[in-house]
């Protein structure tokens, strides 16, 4: 065997190629030290970015769970993701390969992408965009779209990325959450050959919205969209005005000050709005992309996540463009027009490094191996897999498939609420497929039982951690109280972190993430809260009572399972069933459409009223129910 290709036991070893290249070279080591002298660290890392004013203090703890770092600190995200590239010679450098499904491409370096953002960021000013307010973006994956980001992050405005492939009911509630004034969309986009209906959507959502007094919108497909007098305008148009200088002055920004909020699902309720910083935040995602993915200035970088999500938000936009990296983003479906497509790109842009969850491996694993064979991938040095867990199948199929035995697979735990990655090998970390290996540098973690005492090695135990770190999310947007209860308040006497997940140790102190232990569904890595699909379901004028729970699937890691209980009168059929469906999906997005809708007569509930869920699940899956003591009947 080979040495590149050593397997010891159940380890795989990194190739000595890529050992020899490392940046770090002695995880043990720095790990020790960043976690003994926490701010000394993460001091260390920010004097690699550029400040307007020094901190004058790394972590402030006085009001504690409401963290606060590099407080005194003056900076902007896009100082870094952009300005400081434009004084070397990266800006000449490739920023942005951009793929259009059709097959158009655009390239862009960062001196373009400085044109383009400084611009657009003028007609922001132009259209009375304030430093503070949030801009709703609401797009398909194309340019504009991190163009847009970086736009508001220019001016100080805060964004809320909506994912494009949400619907009116979810856009509109996140418009209302964020008071936005201002949204920004496209006409449409390419998927699977076919034109998607932003625009019309986002008209809906306009007609739910009174906040919304703008509405920029970006010509991808040239499909005839309706557009309103006084509030719509075309991208284009506004861009080629005078108004919109290619010279933008960068705001100065506080650390702490916001960049953006972005919306996830929680247990309970709507979607909460977390909210990162300009400086933590960049700081974090910075570190941690260069460290894990040992970023070298050759690299072409391809995150292939929707920029829509956190994913995107850290690896494929900020964390990539404060490195220096040239980002590829792609706007259609993996499989389109052929298997072959991701693949192909890899080989056309020779692309180091992928980055993508579990579902896309196995959706693209069942087409067979002939898809890639047919392509040189050889450019690859790395893999990345985030979002789910990573089943063994799917990981040895990535390493032996795709990177051909000799690209070790980052398996990066992190969520929306952290920033960045907090679990992850280095290139230099041997793995064991299916685990996310060990805490990255400053992360201190535990996995713990209710008392919140550490579990022994292979017990299941409650995710934590233990100690801030720069990229936290600062609190749940307009609800403080929400953010101390969700995550501060069950392990509030040793001021950790709940993360929602369970989790495993071994004895090689390897960490093994088993999922989620809330209401939180993870279907193709996509996070959904069952409470936002029974709420769809129960919008449906013949239903009376919903719930909504997860079952494994083979390609999705999760299906979304619904028991329906409908109004008086009504009886259940086929038809029923397959219009509730689409009813779930029109309102909250094809993602949400739940896998099957069962009529039930009653569902099983707690005497305060809760839906036990995990009855159902127990149900479903023809397993003990487990303690009934709580049910009603
Ligand atoms: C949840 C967070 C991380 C950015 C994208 C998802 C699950 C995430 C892994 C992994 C096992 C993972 C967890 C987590 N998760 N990465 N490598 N192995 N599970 O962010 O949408 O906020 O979801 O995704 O359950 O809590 P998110």
């Not at 894990?292 to 995150?303: A, G, H, S």
């Amino acid at each position: 065997m080979k040495a590149n290709k050593e397997v010891t036991g159940n380890l795989y070893h990194p190739p000595k190629s890529i050992v020899r290249k490392a940046n770090v070279k002695d995880y043990d080591s720095m790990y020790k030290r960043s976690v003994e002298d926490r701010e000394g660290f993460w001091a260390d890392e920010a004097k690699k970015l550029k400040w307007y004013k020094k901190w004058t203090q790394v972590l402030d703890d006085s009001n504690k769970p409401f963290y606060k770092w590099f407080t005194g600190g003056k900076i902007n995200i896009v100082a870094n993701a952009i300005d400081r590239h434009l004084e070397t010679h990266r800006r000449n450098k490739v920023a942005m390969i951009w793929e259009g499904e059709p097959g158009d491409v655009k390239v862009m370096s960062y001196h373009a992408l400085n044109r383009e953002v400084s611009k657009f960021a003028n007609v922001l000013k132009s259209m009375g965009v304030k430093k503070g307010e949030i801009v709703t973006i609401y797009m398909p994956q194309i340019p504009e779209l991190p163009i847009a980001m970086l736009a508001c992050a220019k001016i100080g405005a805060m964004h809320s990325v909506v994912y494009g492939g949400f619907s009116v009911e979810a856009l509109a509630g996140r418009i209302a959450d964020a008071n936005s004034r201002v949204l920004i969309t496209a006409d449409g986009g390419w998927r699977r050959g076919k034109i998607t209906d932003l625009k019309s959507i986002a008209n809906e959502a306009m007609d739910r919205s009174p906040t919304i007094e703008v509405c920029i919108t970006v010509k991808r497909t040239g499909q005839e969209v309706h557009m309103e007098n006084d509030r719509d305008f075309w991208y284009h148009d506004l861009q080629s005005l005078p108004i919109a200088s290619s010279k933008c002055k960068t705001e100065v920004m506080d650390a702490e000050d916001p960049l953006f909020i972005l919306f996830t699902s929680g247990t309970t309720g709507k979607p909460k709005g977390l909210v990162h910083t300009h400086g933590g935040y960049s700081v974090y995602t910075s570190t941690t992309h260069r460290y894990v993915f040992d970023i070298k200035d050759e690299d072409r970088w391809w995150c292939a996540a929707d920029p829509g999500w956190i994913t995107g938000h850290s690896y494929l936009v900020y964390g990539p463009l404060i490195n220096g990296s040239t980002i590829i983003l792609y706007e259609g479906a993996p499989n389109h027009p052929y298997p072959n497509r991701w693949w192909s790109m890899i080989e056309k842009y020779g692309i180091t490094i992928l980055y993508t969850s579990p579902t896309a491996i196995r959706g693209l694993m069942r087409f067979g191996e002939q898809w890639p064979k047919r392509h040189d991938l050889s450019s690859l040095r790395l893999l990345g897999s985030v979002g789910e867990p990573i089943n063994p199948e799917a990981w040895r199929w990535y390493h032996e498939v795709i990177g051909n035995s000799e690209c070790p697979i980052m398996d990066t735990w992190w969520q929306t609420e952290t920033g960045g990655m907090m679990i992850a090998p280095l290139p230099i970390t041997p793995l064991k497929p299916g685990s996310a290996t060990k805490p990255l540098f400053g992360v201190e973690v535990g996995i713990v039982d209710e008392d919140g005492k550490e579990v022994k090695p292979g017990e299941e135990g409650k995710l934590v951690i233990k100690a801030p770190w720069p990229g936290m999310a600062r609190t749940v947007f307009g609800d403080p109280d929400r953010y101390v209860e969700t995550y501060w308040k069950e392990y509030e006497k040793q001021g950790w972190y709940k993360a929602g997940d369970s989790a495993r140790i071994d004895e090689d102190g390897y960490i093994w993430i088993i999922g989620r232990i809330d209401d939180v569904i993870k279907v193709s890595g996509y996070r959904l809260g069952t409470a936002e699909v029974e709420s769809a379901l129960v919008s449906h004028p013949d239903v009376s009572e919903a719930a909504a729970i997860a079952l494994p699937h083979e390609v999705k890691g999760n299906a979304i399972h619904t028991y329906v209980i409908l109004k008086a009168g009504v009886t259940g059929d086929k038809k029923l069933e397959e219009d509730l469906r689409k009813h779930v999906s029109e309102e909250m997005g094809p993602i949400a459409r739940p896998d099957s809708v069962t009529f039930a007569e009653s569902l099983p509930k707690t005497r305060s009223g809760k839906i036990m869920r995990r009855v159902l699940k127990a149900r479903a899956l023809g397993m003990d129910e487990g303690d009934l003591s709580t049910l009603e009947d």
